[in-house]
């Protein structure tokens, strides 16, 4: 059960994190790194980044913006890490009839917001994203977040935004639906 808070009070810290992202795999060295490792990249990354100025190109990737934009339309053979391609790790509108079933793996999810569940610190989203919002989907997906101050940062950026929602962790089943934990801010964007 779902409680009513007004997020907006919460706090009245926006954070706006500038992102520069290509899609051209030229522009990154590519299959040099585990997918985990890179997720542990975006968790020591920390809730302000450090200064982001376009770096000289090809450089590694840095920004699951970056990742997104490098895998949405690549070919699915596109070797991302050292054990992922980028059909394997992007879940998006795009491939949405591809991946029906719940599974246990590190992916990049595009998705929509949903729901949440203050108390448990649960965050609820639909998978595929869509530009309408959605009661039937193929996969219910739950983010648990253990910080309070990183769940109700992400909450405020969260609430009454409807745009697509890209989530980078470890995925496991849970039920019917599929469970993943966020441990830093950069882990999910608003793209």
């Known amino acids: 059960m779902a409680y009513y808070i007004n997020f907006k009070e919460v706090g009245d810290t926006n954070i706006k994190i500038e992102h520069h992202e290509s899609g051209d795999p030229k522009n990154y060295i590519l ?22 100025a376009e770096p000289e ?19 699915p ?5 050292k054990d992922k391609t980028a059909g394997d790790i992007y879940l998006g509108r795009e491939n949405a ?36 919002k959605q009661f039937d989907c193929n996969i ?22 409807e745009g697509p929602i890209l989530a980078f962790t470890s995925w496991r089943p849970t039920g019917k639906d599929l469970l993943g934990s966020i441990d830093g801010y950069a882990q999910l964007a608003r793209y």
């Open 140 to 161: 219910n997906v739950r983010i648990f977040i253990s910080n309070p101050n990183l769940y109700n940062t992400v909450i405020r950026e969260l609430y009454e935004y």
């Open 31 to 52: 299959g040099d790194t585990r997918a985990e490792r890179f997720r542990q990249h975006l968790i020591r990354k920390g809730l302000v980044p450090r200064d982001e």
């Open 77 to 81: 053979s596109l070797q991302v890490f």
């Open 57 to 75: 190109r090809p450089a590694p990737l840095n920004t699951i913006e970056e990742l997104y934009a490098l895998c949405k339309d690549a070919d």
């Open 97 to 132: 009839e591809l991946h029906k079933e719940l599974f246990e793996d590190i992916a990049l999810f595009e998705l929509r917001f949903y729901d949440c569940e203050p108390e448990d610190q649960v965050i609820f989203f639909k998978y595929p994203y869509t530009e309408e």
